[in-house]
């Protein structure tokens, strides 16, 4: 399974961008999708993710109402809608697939497949 991650790039604070990460090999509707980031210097951190079981979506509370994540299966593609950017934003994000339980969902470990990521950089 291989993952790319698009759409990154340098913004303004309150403005918007649109990730994409396109997923080869596999079967990509019995996965669940995530996106983490990771600033300088800190770790990878939990974003949202698209549970395969349920449909569910669940974001990190930093992003919530700011973010909006979603998954086409029939091209195999996952989305962050990002809107609001904060400089805090700032980060390498990357998406992930894997099938962890719910309690588990942000966690780095549960997910088995990683693409290389795709900056984004919110400027003031």
Known sequence: VQLQA???GLVRAGGSLRLSCA???GTFRTY???WFRQAPGK???FVSAIRHTTGSTHYAESVKGRF???RANAENTMYLQMSSLQTEDT???YCAVGR???SAIATVS???YWGPGTLVTVSS
Request: net charge negative; no cysteine; aromatic share 12%.
């Open 6 to 8: 698009s759409g990154g």
């Open 23 to 25: 997923v080869t090999g």
């Open 32 to 34: 669940t999708i995530a």
């Open 43 to 45: 770790e990878r951190e």
């Open 68 to 70: 909006t994540m979603s």
């Open 91 to 93: 980060a390498i994000y």
């Open 100 to 102: 962890p339980i719910l």
């Open 110 to 112: 549960m997910y088995y």
